[in-house]
């Protein structure tokens, strides 16, 4: 019990004040405001969460600061819109993308290729820049002609503003006729296939360590899927987008979550494989590349998707309006799809304060199950502790650096698209998430599992509360003054929270002591 | 004597450009060296607010470069230093009418006041840590300066406008004074900053960068010596800081943000981290930059300089002058041989 009490004494000690503060925020307000905002702060929370387990893993296992998380959790939004505002420009843009994923999920054949190739010195230097010329030259020649139909951000009326308008009433959206004209189709879908190998190739060959590689079929899985996943993208382009078109909200919802989860932990992948990788010697500069990534990919979104803000419609299944709305009890929700749901009197936005702490908690259960249970999170747990131990017991520890990268960044980009239909999508949401995120995991520990929900948790609720009480005011005691929080005190507040608790705990309220 | 020079031509000769550098421009551009000194309009007066900005961002620069190129601590609350000398000056000029010398005053305890607040923290976190504590505090003086409760002083989100800059340096009128003002106090920040890294501190402080644990073993009290770093750092950016809202009509509240951090990361990056030189290279040619992207390519400009940035960590890690260091030699010598090619 003693011993208990020893260990767990910061755990029971922010308890206590998560307790004692709650009840005096409750003290406040009514009691359906209370609970309201308790809802709030979970959804922020979860949103926070999935981008800040994500981090956490990737700092954990790899050591790098991946700074551009936030705005791979843009992406993740933007993709999202993309499959369901307008799953035709998703469909055509299936097998470009696959293409150019494809050369580089040949990893491990290209240093086998390379020892059987000898050069001489200058060759050896000047081949991978010719090589990545080449590949960036055909892309540039053949991806501008490859029909795809899309939005024109300098078009008022064909804008993703006025899409994701349309889509919101419900109106049937205009599909685009596509058709190749200046290249035939197998011409660019060979010259794209070639391009990414040539790119790829010519991206390891500037990695020199020796390595040993033994080719198996395992090694041609991931291209496989790539180019099956390009093959059917041309070969059934009309049938998916006449299909997607036919398809209720709630399962184009469902399949944007699953697209934008998997396109997220396929750019993790090739993130990790061609930029970070060759950077493990140096932390500070995988730091900074992180840094300007982030500023490419705000940027690149800006040029595709454009700079106003937009919403993503809600599935169906949460949009329920009409004479039996706001729902009174889940049942009653169950039969009529309410937006809204009666919680205390008070009106709780189904969506946004109910579904995402769900899935927060299922995402929150599901890793900590991965990480616990199985090899894979043995591995990593152990990663985490010493990886150049790991790897001195014959793991490939570079393969699993790989797949926590991706997956952080698949949790990032689910987080992205749950997050769109209710935050909206703008350019910065990924920044100021990214803040929200650090601060938790600051707060939580750096690179503990439990400490990244604990941490995201605390921030969504002291955010929400204290807009809560901007409000409605804080009574002080004994005076008859009324405080109003103002906006600028909902970020500052948790960023002085979290300088506080790293000054008093420099490892966080979870974190190991080293 | 000789020898000094010599060994230092390069030095010289920069300076000697510096110094000409209105004058030849104007002298391009068909306008005698009197016109250039009664300040007339022209190209000499762009190009030399264009040097000014430089000048302004090497000294920021210089201040990151001593506590994370020399000292080795990576703080991502850099810009507050800067923006607190920026904020601080127009406040006291344009709210409480003070004189430059008396600003100048408050700059200093300003600015000792902050590198201690940052130095508070430094013997109890370490490393990423240390970066996010820096980050909260600057974000949090970020967040001040954007607030509307000090709007009467600080301008809000629209920023700080209306400083009335005293006559005698006005950049409007008198630019070419402020230009040998800007380039002389960043010549002697330059030369206190070499002097600092070559000193017995500056040397523990390196040693500090390279092996923190190994240099206390040597029975330094590294914190000492971070804090004097800190104080340095602290006291050059509020100049920068002072500078830069005595030049430019309107302080922005992104100079607090952690842009501002990363433009200095950049610059430093761009230049070559540690090396003090590559603070002026690497500010050059991101002005230079800047403001030919900015004015052929438009709003994509910081898609490029992204690119820029990633390239440079991928491809040039020790900046243009670190890798001339570094290879200056090899240079040399490819350069002798292709001579000789050509002799036979």
Redesign the interface.
């Known amino acids: 019990m003693n011993s208990f009490l020893r260990k767990n004494i910061v755990m029971l000690v922010t308890v206590l004040v998560m307790a004692v503060f709650l009840t005096a925020a409750a003290q406040g307000m009514e009691k359906k405001d209370f609970v309201i905002t308790l809802l709030r702060g979970l959804a922020v929370g979860s949103i926070t969460f999935l981008v800040a387990s994500g981090f956490s893993l990737i700092f954990g296992l790899l050591d790098v600061?991946n700074l551009a998380h936030g705005t791979l959790f843009m992406i993740g939004a933007y993709m999202g819109w993309t499959v369901v505002v307008r799953p035709d420009t998703f469909v055509d843009l299936l097998t470009p993308l696959a293409l150019i994923v494809s050369g580089f999920a040949l990893g491990d054949v290209y240093p086998l290729l390379a020892s059987r190739i000898r050069l001489g010195l200058s060759m050896k230097r000047i081949l991978p820049w010719a090589l990545i010329l080449v590949s960036i030259l055909l892309f540039g020649w053949i991806l501008p002609r490859f029909p795809i139909a899309i939005w024109d951000v300098e078009n008022y009326a064909q804008s993703p503003v006025t899409f994701s308008f349309m889509a919101d009433s419900g109106a049937r959206l205009p599909v685009m006729p596509a058709a190749f004209t200046e290249v035939t189709m197998p011409s660019a879908f060979i010259g794209l296939l070639l391009a990414s190998i040539i790119g790829a190739f010519g991206i390891s060959l500037f990695d020199n360590s020796p390595r040993t590689v033994r080719l198996s079929w395992k090694n041609f899985i991931s291209i496989a899927i790539a180019l099956i996943i390009a093959v059917v993208g041309v070969a059934f382009n009309d049938a998916m987008t006449t299909f997607l078109y036919g398809l209720s909200s709630n399962w184009l919802f469902f399949v944007a979550v699953l697209v934008a989860t998997l396109s997220g932990v396929a750019l993790g992948g090739v993130m990790e494989a061609t930029?970070i990788r060759?950077?493990y010697s140096?932390p500070?500069?995988q730091?900074?590349?992180t840094?300007?990534?982030?500023?490419?990919g705000?940027?690149?979104v800006?040029?595709i998707w454009g700079r106003p803000e937009f919403v993503m419609p809600k599935p169906a299944f949460f949009n329920g309006t009409g004479g039996a709305c706001p729902a009174t009890n889940f049942a009653d929700w169950w039969a009529n799809n309410c937006s809204t749901i009666l919680l205390l009197d008070g009106r709780v936005r189904v969506y946004n304060e109910i579904f995402i702490p769900i899935v927060g908690l299922v995402v929150l259960i599901s890793i900590w199950i991965l990480l616990q249970r199985t090899r894979l999170g043995m591995i990593i747990r152990a990663g985490v502790q010493d990886s150049q131990m790991v790897e001195a017991l014959g793991i490939n520890v570079r393969r699993v650096f790989t797949m926590v990268f991706a997956l952080g960044v698949g949790l990032a980009s689910l987080g992205g698209v749950l997050a769109a239909p209710s935050m909206g999508l703008s350019n910065l949401m990924g920044e100021s998430l990214l803040?929200n995120a650090?601060?938790a995991l600051?707060i939580g520990g750096?690179t503990s599992y439990p400490g990244a929900a604990l941490g995201s948790v605390i921030v969504g609720m002291i955010q929400q509360f204290i807009i809560k009480y901007g409000q409605i005011g804080i009574a002080i005691p004994f005076t008859e003054i009324i405080f109003k929080p103002?906006p600028?005190l909902v970020?500052?507040s948790t960023?002085?929270l979290?300088?506080i608790i790293?000054?008093l705990l420099?490892?966080g309220l979870l974190g190991k002591k080293e | 004597m000789k020898n000094f020079l010599i060994s230092h031509r390069g030095s010289f000769l920069t300076l000697l450009l510096l110094i000409l550098l209105p004058f030849i421009v104007g002298l391009f551009n068909g306008a005698s060296p009197a016109d250039v000194f009664v300040n007339g309009n022209g190209q000499s007066k762009f190009i030399q607010g264009l040097a000014i900005e430089i000048f302004i961002l090497t000294i920021y620069a210089l201040s990151f470069d001593v506590i994370f190129g020399i000292t080795g601590l990576?703080s991502f609350g850099h810009s507050m230093f800067f923006a607190v000398g920026a904020y601080l000056t127009g406040i006291a000029i344009k709210s409480f009418g003070l004189s430059l010398p008396a600003t100048l005053g408050w700059l200093v305890v300003a600015s000792v006041v902050q590198a201690l607040l940052f130095g508070l923290?430094l013997p109890?976190?370490?490393g990423?840590?240390f970066?996010?504590?820096t980050?909260?505090?600057g974000?949090?003086f970020h967040?001040?300066v954007?607030?509307?409760?000090f709007g009467e002083y600080t301008g809000a989100d629209v920023g700080l406008q209306g400083v009335i800059v005293p006559a005698f340096i006005s950049p409007a009128n008198e630019r070419l004074r402020f230009y040998f003002m800007a380039l002389t106090v960043m010549v002697l920040i330059y030369l206190l900053y070499q002097r600092f890294v070559n000193s017995p501190t500056g040397r523990v402080c390196v040693a500090i960068r390279e092996n923190e644990g190994r240099a206390q073993m040597l029975g330094y009290n590294t914190f000492y010596f971070k804090l004097a770093a800190l104080l340095l750092s602290s006291l050059t950016a509020a100049l920068a800081g002072f500078l830069h809202t005595l030049y430019q009509p309107i302080v922005s509240p992104n100079t607090a943000g952690l842009g501002y951090t990363?433009a200095a990361?950049l610059i430093l990056?761009i230049g070559g981290v540690g090396t003090l030189n590559g603070a002026f290279v690497g500010a050059i040619v991101f002005r230079l930059l800047d403001y030919g992207l900015r004015r052929y390519i438009g709003?994509?400009a910081?898609?490029i300089?992204?690119?820029i940035?990633?390239l440079f960590?991928?491809f040039i890690?020790y900046g243009i002058v670190g890798t001339w260091r570094l290879k200056s030699l090899q240079i040399k010598q490819g350069w002798e041989r292709l001579l000789a090619k050509f002799n036979k």
Do not use: D, Q
């Open positions: 600061l930029l060759p950077l140096r500070i500069y730091l900074m590349l840094l300007g990534m982030s500023a490419i705000i940027e690149m800006r040029v803040l650090l601060i600051a750096l103002t600028p970020p500052a960023v002085m979290m300088v790293l000054l420099p490892n | 990576l923290v109890r976190v370490k990423i840590t970066a996010l504590v980050l909260g505090l974000s949090v967040i001040l954007m607030s509307s409760e990363v990361l990056l709003e994509s910081s898609f300089n992204g690119a940035y990633v960590v991928l890690p």
